[in-house]
T-cell receptor, first 114, second 112 residues
Framework: DADVTQTPRNRITKTGKRIMLECSQTKGHDRMYWYRQDPGLGLRLIYYSFDVKDINKGEISDGYSVSRQAQAKFSLSLESAIPNQTALYFC?????????????FGPGTRLTVL | GENVEQHPSTLSVQEGDSAVIKCTYSDSASNYFPWYKQELGKGPQLIIDIRSNVGEKKDQRIAVTLNKTAKHFSLHITETQPEDSAVYFCAARINAGNMLTFGGGTRLMVKP
């Protein structure tokens, strides 16, 4: 499995603050994703990137931005955090050459916006 | 776009019993259906998947069935064990370039 790490694992912040969540992977996968998980809503895609120069909006990109600093690093930013962005955030990776584009998830970041 | 509905949202079974989780999808062009298991404090992990050219796939105690006509697919876990307790997510995808659309998740509790 891809070694996908996320930092921080937990974060509490206040409304209006800028927050960055970081994701790194060591398996050389070219595709990376950011998801948000809310109870009962499953996983919803925020942004995705198929390579360093490719950034695409997902289902719920408003209020978020991303940066693909390198093939192995994909960061998610909340420019001005608001309470309804309180959620569990997951980074995932996949490999274009994979048979079924299986996605490998990181351990998640629990974000609380007060 | 694709919409995936998953039922039930919670499921409690006795150890040794079977568990079934069902998902329906809206886009008939979807052709890949993975199932993910999320243990407490961890990210989701793929446990089994099925493509639209087959109707059933098994891997030890887990199996997935697909009914393309009715646009639904199901996860079957037999001889459940306490370590099967987790949240399970179904998903659907139209093709390799499109993204996965996830169901809302099912919390499975296996009572010893």
């Amino acid at each position: 499995d891809a070694d996908v790490t996320q930092t921080p694992r937990n974060r509490i912040t206040k409304t209006g603050k800028r927050i960055m969540l970081e994701c790194s992977q060591t398996k050389g996968h070219d595709r990376m994703y950011w998801y948000r998980q809310d109870p009962g809503l499953g996983l919803r895609l925020i942004y995705y990137s198929f390579d360093v120069k490719d950034i695409n909006k997902g289902e719920i990109s408003d209020g978020y931005s991303v940066s693909r600093q390198a093939q192995a690093k994909f960061s998610l930013s909340l420019e001005s955090a608001i309470p309804n962005q309180t959620a569990l955030y997951f980074c995932a990776t996949s490999w274009t050459g994979g048979a079924a584009d299986t996605q490998y998830f990181g351990p998640g970041t629990r974000l609380t916006v007060l | 776009g694709e919409n995936v509905e998953q039922h039930p949202s919670t499921l409690s079974v006795q150890e040794g019993d079977s568990a079934v989780i069902k998902c329906t999808y809206s886009d008939s062009a979807s052709n890949y259906f993975p199932w993910y298991k999320q243990e407490l404090g961890k990210g989701p992990q793929l446990i089994i998947d099925i493509r639209s050219n087959v109707g059933e796939k098994k891997d030890q105690r887990i199996a997935v069935t697909l009914n393309k006509t009715a646009k639904h697919f199901s996860l079957h876990i037999t001889e459940t064990q306490p370590e099967d307790s987790a949240v399970y997510f179904c998903a659907a995808r139209i093709n390799a370039g499109n993204m996965l659309t996830f169901g809302g998740g099912t919390r499975l509790m296996v009572k010893p």
